[in-house]
């Protein structure tokens, strides 16, 4: 596969009372498609957001912000730009942070938390000496992290309450 320059098209999701950030490395080829965060339909990701708040699993782009908010969760990436191959993390190559300063100077955001390594590695290089803010990483709820069943993942995203 090819590899593309990908330039991040989702805005942060979060408002002023967020006080957990759940970063993600760059939007895969679905989430651009949907505009939104996680986008594609074998992902965890929101299955699992929502068990560990004790939501039922959003199903729209509306319930899935919704349930944000309401529970002070802010999403966005650690990476404004970057070279990639398809959705493979393991592919990228010159990232460009976002301003994650600014998000975190505009909310109650206290503590960080990456979907994956990728997201967590760049995150730690590039952006954590600018914050001071420290990062824990979760497992990835991506299809490609068979790994993990949904039970697990639910289990180790807990941290975040």
């Given at each position: 596969?090819?590899?593309?320059?990908?330039?991040?098209?989702?805005?942060?999701?979060?408002?002023?009372?967020?006080?957990?950030?759940?970063?993600?490395?760059?939007?895969?080829?679905?989430?651009?498609?949907?505009?939104?965060?996680?986008?594609?339909?074998?992902?965890?990701?929101?299955?699992?957001?929502?068990?560990?708040?004790?939501?039922?699993?959003?199903?729209?782009?509306?319930?899935?912000?919704?349930?944000?908010?309401?529970?002070?969760?802010?999403?966005?990436?650690?990476?404004?730009?970057?070279?990639?191959?398809?959705?493979?993390?393991?592919?990228?190559?010159?990232?460009?942070?976002n301003d994650i300063g600014s998000l975190l100077a505009k909310t109650q955001i206290t503590r960080v938390f990456a979907t994956g390594g990728k997201s967590a590695a760049l995150y730690r290089k590039l952006i954590e000496?600018?914050?001071?803010?420290?990062?824990?990483?979760?497992?990835?709820?991506?299809?490609?992290?068979?790994?993990?069943?949904?039970?697990?993942?639910?289990?180790?995203?807990?941290?975040?309450?």
């Amino acid at each position: 596969m090819k590899s593309e320059t990908v330039i991040h098209n989702i805005p942060p999701l979060y408002d002023e009372t967020s006080r957990v950030l759940l970063l993600g490395s760059i939007p895969s080829p679905k989430s651009r498609e949907a505009r939104f965060f996680y986008g594609h339909p074998q992902n965890r990701f929101w299955r699992v957001l929502a068990a560990v708040l004790g939501e039922d699993a959003p199903q729209t782009v509306e319930q899935k912000r919704a349930m944000c908010i309401k529970h002070h969760v802010a999403l966005w990436d650690t990476i404004a730009s970057c070279e990639i191959e398809g959705a493979s993390d393991t592919s990228i190559k010159n990232a460009v942070p976002n301003d994650i300063g600014s998000l975190l100077a505009k909310t109650q955001i206290t503590r960080v938390f990456a979907t994956g390594g990728k997201s967590a590695a760049l995150y730690r290089k590039l952006i954590e000496p600018k914050t001071g803010v420290p990062i824990t990483q979760l497992p990835s709820t991506s299809p490609a992290n068979a790994a993990w069943s949904l039970e697990r993942l639910i289990e180790s995203y807990r941290v975040i309450l």
